[in-house]
C-alpha cells in the first residue's frame, strides 16, 4: 500500500470519541420521548384493537382473558349501523365534489389574480375552524329551519362543506401558486388559449396538491359528527353520529369495533396521499423553477 | 436600406409601456431586419424582458406597434402571434417527456402524426438531444433543459424567434459553448431574433447588431465592431467594454487630463479648447519605457492569462493598460494613447477623419 493511501486510510480507522455522560444522558432522553410518543398515538388504537375482539379483561390484567368475535357480529347484524355506514360513503363524495367544484376556481382566482380583499379572505377562511364549531353549527341551525333544510340531504352536505373549504382553497392555492406563470405563458406561446393551458398545464401540474385537498375533505366530511348530528337526526345518521348512540346503547366494545370500521378509510386515504405527494415525478418537477 | 423594399422582419415602432406608474419602455424604436439577430443589452431593470414580453404578446403596449413583416400583431394574443420564446428559466413542463414538451404546439395544430414525428425528431437531432427524447425535464441537465426549450421554439418555426437571458443560468464554460450554438443554429435556420442579455460578452460575439438600453430607451443601435470603437454616448461606453475616462481638453495630437497631465495621442484634433470627456479603451493605452509619453507609475499588475493589466498612477488619474504578458513592468512607465473617444455633454463627438489603424 502507498504512503498516500495509507493516510486516506488512517482517519477512517482511528477510534470515535468516547461519548461524554452528557451526550448519554441526551440520548436517552431523545429515546424516553420517542416511547412516550409512541405510547401515546400507538397505545389507544392497540387499546382500541384488543377491545374489539375481547369477552372480559379484568382490570389489573395485561390481555383480556376472553376472546370473542360477537361484537363483529352484532355490529354487523344491526341493520341501522349498516345503513350509517352506506350513508357516510354517499355524502362523503357529494361534499368532496361539491366543495371541489366551489372552491377550486376561487384557489385559482386566490393565487393568480390581485384583487382587493384577497388576504383578508384567505384569512377568514381560518375563522370557519377557529371557533368552537357547535356554536356555528347552532346558529345556522336557526337560518336552516327558515329554509326547510333540517333533516334534508342538502342540509347535511353544507353542514359538512363548512368543514372542507378551508383544505380545499388553501392547499390548492398552494399548489396553483407554485406553477410558474411562465410555464403556462410558454404554452400560450406554443399557441394555446387560456382554457386549453388550464387544462392541460395548470390542472395536472397542480393535480397532487388538489387530490391531497380532495382526500383530506372526503376525510373532513366522513368524521364529521356534531354539525350532521343536529341537522340531520333524524333522517340521516351517518357513521360518526351513529357512535353517539352506539356509546350509550351497546357495550363499550362494540364501540370499538365501529371506531375501527370508522379508520379504515382514513387510513387508506392517508397512505395513498402520502404515497402521491411524497414518491411522484411531479413533486420533482416542480424544483425546475 | 432594405426599409424602402421588404419590411423590417420585426419593427418595435415608438412603442411606450407604464408599469405600477413608471415609465419602463420609453417611446422605444428598433428595427430588426428579416434573419438577424439583434442583442438587447442593458444593464438590470432597464426594460429588455418588458420589451421582449410586449413582442411575445405578454404585455400590452400602451403606445406605439409592434410589426412582423410588416403586419401589425400589437393587438393579438400571444397564441396567435408568429413568435416563439425562450423563457429564462426554460419552462419547460415537467409532466412532459421531451418529445411532448417540443411536439405540444404542434399537436395543438392537429398535424398528421408522421409529420409531427418527423419534425420534433430534426428540431432534436438540431440541438443534438435525439436521445434524451422519452427523458422528462428533471432528468436532464442545465444545459440540455436549454436546448429543449429552443426546439420547442424553433419547431414551431416562428417569424421571430425571442430569447430572454437564455444561458443566465449555465457555467461559464456552458455558457460560451451553448451561446455559440445558438448563434449556428439561428443562422442555418435564418431566423429573425431577438436575444436579450445584459452579458455585453455574449452581445459582442453573437450579434449582428446590438441595441443598447438604457432606461427603457434605445441608447445605440450597431453592429458590435462600431459599438465598441465609436460608442455613441458616454452610457454605452462604459456600459460596453473597459474604458478609461478623464475630464480634460484635447489639443492636436494629445490630450491633457487633470493635474495638467499632457498625454500623447494619435488622431486627437484640437476643438475649442472646451472640457470634454476623454475615453481610452485598456487596450489603446501604449505603454513603454522610454520615449516622449507621459510620465506613470505602476500601482497594481493583475495577471489575466493571455494578456496582463497595469493599474498605473497618470497625475492625479488612475490608467488602466491591457498589455502583452511579455512586457517588462518596471515601476516607472511612459504612457501613450493609441486612440481616444471624446464627449462633449455625454454624446460622442464625431471625429473628422476615419479612426487611426493601431
Ligand atoms: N409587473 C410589473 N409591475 C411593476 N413594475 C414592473 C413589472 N415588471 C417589471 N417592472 C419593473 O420594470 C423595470 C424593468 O423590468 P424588466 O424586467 O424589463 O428589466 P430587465 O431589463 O429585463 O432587467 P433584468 O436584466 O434584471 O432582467 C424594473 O424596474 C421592474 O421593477
Ligand atoms: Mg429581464
Redesign the interface.
Known amino acids: 500500500m502507498s504512503v498516500v493511501e495509507q493516510a486516506a486510510v488512517l482517519p477512517a480507522a482511528r477510534p470515535r470519541p468516547r461519548p461524554t455522560a452528557r451526550s448519554v444522558a441526551l440520548r436517552s432522553l431523545g429515546v424516553v420521548f420517542v416511547l412516550a410518543l409512541l405510547v401515546f398515538m400507538v397505545g389507544p388504537i392497540l387499546w382500541l384493537a384488543l377491545r374489539a375482539f375481547s369477552n372480559v379483561w379484568p382490570y389489573p390484567r395485561f390481555l383480556p382473558s376472553d376472546w370473542t368475535m360477537k361484537w363483529w357480529h352484532s355490529v354487523f347484524a344491526d341493520k341501522s349501523l349498516g345503513h350509517s355506514i352506506k350513508l357516510s360513503f354517499e355524502f362523503a363524495p357529494v361534499v368532496t365534489v361539491a366543495s371541489a367544484v366551489i372552491c377550486l376556481p376561487a384557489a385559482y382566482a386566490f393565487s393568480r389574480f390581485n384583487f382587493p380583499g384577497r388576504r383578508f379572505l384567505l384569512v377568514s377562511l381560518f375563522a370557519t375552524n377557529a371557533f368552537p364549531k357547535i356554536g356555528l353549527y347552532i346558529s345556522m341551525a336557526g337560518v336552516f329551519y327558515t329554509f326547510n333544510l333540517m333533516g334534508t340531504f342538502l342540509g347535511v352536505v353544507i353542514v359538512q362543506l363548512i368543514g372542507t373549504v378551508v383544505f380545499m382553497t388553501w392547499i390548492p392555492t398552494a399548489a396553483f401558486s407554485s406553477i410558474?406563470r411562465?410555464?403556462e405563458?410558454?404554452?400560450?406561446?406554443?399557441?394555446?388559449?387560456p382554457l386549453?393551458v388550464f387544462f392541460?398545464?395548470t390542472f395536472?401540474?397542480a393535480a397532487p396538491g388538489i387530490f391531497v385537498a380532495m382526500i383530506l375533505s372526503f376525510l373532513a366530511s366522513f368524521d364529521e359528527a356534531q354539525g350532521t348530528f343536529l341537522v340531520g337526526i333524524p333522517n340521516y345518521i351517518t357513521m360518526p353520529t351513529e357512535m353517539y348512540t352506539l356509546v350509550l346503547n351497546y357495550p363499550e366494545q362494540a364501540a370499538a369495533v365501529f371506531s375501527i370500521l370508522l379508520a379504515i378509510p382514513s387510513v387508506i386515504l392517508m397512505s395513498l396521499a402520502r404515497k402521491h405527494v411524497m414518491g411522484g415525478?411531479?413533486a420533482?418537477?416542480?424544483?425546475?423553477? | 436600406m432594405s426599409e424602402s423594399t421588404t419590411p423590417a422582419g420585426l419593427l418595435i415602432d415608438r412603442v411606450s409601456k407604464d408599469l405600477a406608474g413608471r415609465t419602463i419602455v420609453d417611446d422605444m424604436q428598433l428595427e430588426v431586419r428579416a434573419g438577424e439577430l439583434t442583442c438587447l443589452l442593458g444593464p438590470s431593470g432597464c426594460g429588455k424582458t418588458t420589451t421582449l414580453r410586449m413582442v411575445?404578446?405578454?404585455l400590452q403596449p400602451d403606445a406605439g406597434a409592434i410589426l412582423i413583416d410588416g403586419v401589425d400583431v400589437s393587438r393579438l394574443?400571444?397564441?396567435k402571434r408568429p413568435?416563439?420564446?425562450v423563457?429564462?428559466?426554460?419552462?419547460?413542463?415537467?409532466?412532459m417527456s421531451v418529445f411532448k414538451n417540443v411536439s405540444?404546439?404542434l399537436r395543438?395544430?392537429r398535424l398528421p402524426r408522421r409529420e409531427i414525428r418527423d419534425r420534433v425528431e430534426q428540431v432534436l437531432e438540431l440541438v443534438g438531444l435525439t436521445h434524451h427524447m422519452n427523458s422528462?425535464?428533471?432528468q436532464i441537465s442545465g444545459g440540455e433543459?436549454q436546448r429543449v426549450a429552443l426546439a420547442?421554439?424553433l419547431v414551431?418555426e416562428p417569424k421571430v424567434l425571442l430569447l430572454d437571458e437564455p444561458l443566465s443560468n449555465l457555467d461559464a464554460k456552458l455558457r460560451v459553448r451553448v451561446r455559440e450554438d445558438i448563434r449556428e443554429i439561428q443562422q442555418r435556420v435564418g431566423i429573425t431574433t431577438v436575444f436579450v442579455t445584459h452579458d455585453q460578452d455574449e452581445a459582442l460575439s453573437i450579434s449582428d447588431r446590438i441595441a443598447v438600453m438604457s432606461g427603457g430607451r434605445v441608447e445605440q443601435y450597431a453592429d458590435p465592431t462600431t459599438l465598441y470603437r465609436e460608442p455613441a454616448t458616454h452610457f454605452v461606453a462604459s456600459f460596453v467594454g473597459a474604458m478609461n475616462f478623464y475630464t480634460g481638453t484635447v489639443a492636436d495630437g494629445a490630450v491633457e487630463i487633470a493635474g495638467g497631465v499632457r498625454v500623447p495621442c494619435e488622431g486627437a484634433r484640437r476643438n475649442g479648447g472646451a472640457p470634454v470627456e476623454i475615453g481610452v479603451r485598456p487596450e489603446d493605452v501604449m505603454v513603454s519605457t522610454a520615449g516622449d509619453g507621459a510620465e506613470a507609475h505602476v500601482l497594481r499588475e493583475i495577471p489575466r492569462g493571455h494578456y496582463k493589466e497595469l493599474v498605473m498612477q497618470l497625475g492625479e488619474a488612475e490608467v488602466r493598460a491591457f498589455v502583452g504578458p511579455e512586457v517588462s513592468t518596471s515601476e516607472r512607465q511612459r504612457v501613450r494613447f493609441a486612440r481616444a473617444v471624446v464627449y462633449a455633454e455625454g454624446v460622442l463627438r464625431p471625429s473628422t477623419e476615419p479612426a487611426p489603424l493601431r
Do not use: K, V
Not at chain 2, 423563457?87 to 409532466?95: D, S
Open positions: 410558474p411562465s410555464l405563458e410558454a404554452a400560450r406561446d406554443a399557441g394555446a388559449g386549453r392541460r398545464i395536472p401540474l415525478r411531479l420533482e418537477g416542480f424544483q425546475i423553477r | 411575445g404578446g405578454f394574443a400571444p397564441e413568435t416563439a420564446m423563457f429564462q428559466n426554460y419552462a419547460l413542463w415537467p409532466h405540444f404546439g395543438l395544430r422528462f425535464p428533471a433543459q420547442r421554439a414551431l
